[in-house]
């Protein structure tokens, strides 16, 4: 059953966080993921986060199973390393679901 998580970002470094997009889309697409939606934020009214929020996307994939084994996978991690942890200064995950 395919699966999704909508996720806020606090991207600090946009060239670097484009990069880390460039390099984990091949990976994503071999899992069965993409991306639904992706938004750059300019106002964010209400916010159970401890930091800022100034990117928000759906990524889904063709089952959890197929998410965790990418989110597990030893190319991704040393994507993630390379270019988000450098580019994005905090996570929210708002939720997870089958669709």
């Known amino acids: 059953?395919?699966?999704e998580m909508?996720?806020?970002?606090?991207v600090t470094d946009d060239q670097v966080y484009q990069q880390y997009?460039?390099?984990?889309?091949?990976?994503?697409?071999?899992?069965g993921g993409g991306f639904r939606y992706d938004f750059r934020v300019s106002?964010?009214?209400?916010s159970a986060?401890?930091?800022p929020i100034n990117r928000v996307f759906a990524i889904y994939f063709?089952?959890?199973?197929?998410?965790q084994e990418f989110f597990a996978n030893p190319e991704y991690?040393?994507?993630k390393a390379r270019f988000f942890e450098r580019a994005v200064a905090?996570?929210?995950?708002?939720?997870?679901?089958?669709r």
């Open 1 to 3: 059953m395919p699966h």
């Open 6 to 10: 909508m996720v806020g970002l606090t």
């Open 21 to 31: 997009r460039e390099a984990m889309a091949p990976l994503l697409a071999a899992h």
């Open 43 to 46: 106002e964010v009214l209400k």
């Open 49 to 51: 986060s401890d930091h």
């Open 62 to 67: 063709e089952s959890a199973p197929r998410m």
């Open 77 to 79: 991690r040393a994507i």
């Open 90 to 98: 905090g996570t929210t995950i708002f939720g997870a679901y089958e």
